[in-house]
């Protein structure tokens, strides 16, 4: 304990700030390990940081210093904002990404202040114990990276519908390929999640290869199943970057690459007996991003996002042409 008794300040303002550095410092590096040196988008990285972010602020400043819960939340916060603040500026991460796992952050930090908060009150008994269990927790955090690291992501579907007025035949030929789409108005892609602009394919049957364009690139998607009217099934040979992430500087973050994999997709269409088609889009993909019921969340919302954008513009080509031949 004599090391943190040279360490921090007995002055109040002053340990504040130091509480809040030297727990920064110590997360901006384990990032860093987790991200550019282990590779790892998981357990480590969201749920272990978030809580040492928490129980190291509140309890390096309630070391030996007499505070309340309120005030060691309002220090953790400030310890999460400047943590948040460096990813951006030197450019770890872009706000995209921030902002989908800041609820995650800010609950999971706000359990690690009140952990701290007690640890702090029982050093006065226990204060070797305590010590040697932060340090633990520290060295648990690279660890947990590399064992979850190569853990086998599983693979999750998605499926959006839609009602189309018009008959399969009609539809089937915009689903293979569709012209260009217009300009988002979401917010979400507005944001810089990728969308789909156009698809063209090359051949007929299965074999022929299907180019689905997003603005980031483009999917390769080779023919697997070609049922025409009914079914069309792809696998995924090639895909772009699944966003282009809004930041001050042009960011070149791993989880752009490899960390959201689409593996197939299919389309299947339904004739109604009111002369309808209900025509249904499902994507198979996997993340290597944990927790994964966390990132579903997220990844669930965008998928069935680009879905509904294509499934609009098949709906809409599909209803305008049946309009047209019928004047």
């Not at 505070?67 to 310890?79: E, G, M, P, R």
């Not at 990404?97 to 007690?118: D, K, R």
């Not at 189309?164 to 988002?184: C, D, G, H, M, Q």
């Not at 927790?291 to 069935?304: C, K, L």
């Given at each position: ?246 930041s001050f500087w042009d960011i070149k973050a791993p989880h752009l690459h490899d960390y ?68």
């Amino acid at each position: 304990m004599k090391f943190l008794d040279k360490l921090l300040s007995s002055e109040i303002k002053r340990r504040k700030w130091e509480a809040i550095g030297y727990t920064v410092l110590i997360s901006w590096l384990l990032t860093l390990l987790n991200i550019f040196v282990i590779g790892s988008y998981g357990i480590a990285l969201f749920i272990l940081i978030p809580l040492f972010i928490g129980v190291s602020s509140t309890f390096l400043y309630g070391y030996k210093n007499t505070t309340s819960q309120k005030v060691a939340s309002k220090i953790t916060l400030l310890t999460l904002s400047a943590y948040v603040a460096g990813l951006l500026v030197f450019a770890i991460e872009g706000i995209i990404c921030i902002a989908m796992v800041f609820p995650l952050a800010l609950i999971l930090t706000g359990i690690g202040s009140a952990v701290g908060f007690v640890l702090a009150e029982k050093t006065i008994f226990r204060p070797k114990n305590i010590i040697t269990s932060m340090i633990l927790f520290i060295v648990s955090i690279p660890l947990m990276a590399f064992v979850e690291k190569d853990s086998v992501p599983a693979l999750t579907s998605v499926t959006t519908s839609i009602e189309i007025n018009a008959s399969p035949e009609a539809v089937w030929k915009n689903v293979v390929e569709f012209p260009e789409l217009t300009a988002p108005t979401e917010l979400i892609f507005k944001s810089g999640i990728a969308y789909p602009t156009s698809a063209k394919i090359v051949g007929s049957g299965v074999g022929a290869i299907r180019y689905c364009n997003f603005n980031t690139g483009r999917f390769v998607e080779p023919i697997t199943v070609w049922d025409s009217p009914r079914l069309l099934q792809f696998s995924v040979e090639e895909q772009p970057g699944p966003m282009k992430e809004l930041s001050f500087w042009d960011i070149k973050a791993p989880h752009l690459h490899d960390y959201f994999v689409s593996k197939q997709g299919q389309f299947t269409l339904t004739a109604q007996a009111n002369g309808t088609t209900r025509l249904e889009g499902t994507t198979w993909y996997y993340h290597k991003i944990a927790p994964a019921f966390y990132w579903e969340i997220w990844s669930n919302y965008i998928v069935h996002s680009i879905h509904q954008r294509v499934l609009s513009h098949i709906k809409s080509n599909a209803e305008h042409e049946k309009q047209a031949q019928s004047q």
